[in-house]
């Protein structure tokens, strides 16, 4: 499986992007997908899960981004998105787009290169 994000940026605090996470390879194998950000200073194991949606639609949200931010999953395009509203300048990291071939909640086993999102004050 490979994953290729985009639509990252700069944009002022309150403003709104929307990531997209294209997905090709054996696509049929993925149980979840989701959203992971690294911020700036941390390591790849400090990697936070923002939020992911299974196979069946359940989603989970971190709380830092609950009422701000909405993934979502278009199966036949194989992509997968992520509507982020309300940012804050510590919304600001790198996002990464991942999948697993196993695990509904937690994708872990496929990552993309990561699209940097920057929020000004």
């Known amino acids: 499986v490979q994953l290729v994000e985009s639509g990252g940026g700069l944009v002022q605090a309150g403003g709104s992007l929307r990531l997209s996470c294209a997905a090709s390879?054996?696509?049929?194998?993925?149980?979840?997908m989701g959203w992971y950000r690294q911020s700036p200073g941390k390591e790849r194991a400090e990697r936070e899960l923002?939020?992911?949606?299974?196979?069946?639609?359940?989603?989970y949200y971190a709380d830092s981004v609950k009422g701000r931010f909405t993934i979502s999953r278009d199966n036949a395009k194989n992509a997968l998105y992520l509507q982020m509203n309300s940012l804050k300048p510590e919304d600001t990291a790198m996002y990464y787009c991942?999948?697993?071939?196993?695990?509904?909640?937690?994708?872990?086993?496929?990552w993309g290169q990561g699209t940097h999102v920057t929020v000004s004050s």
């Open positions: 390879g054996s696509i049929f194998s993925i149980t979840s």
């Open positions: 923002v939020a992911s949606i299974s196979n069946s639609g359940n989603t």
């Open positions: 991942a999948a697993d071939g196993s695990d509904p909640i937690l994708p872990r086993d496929y």
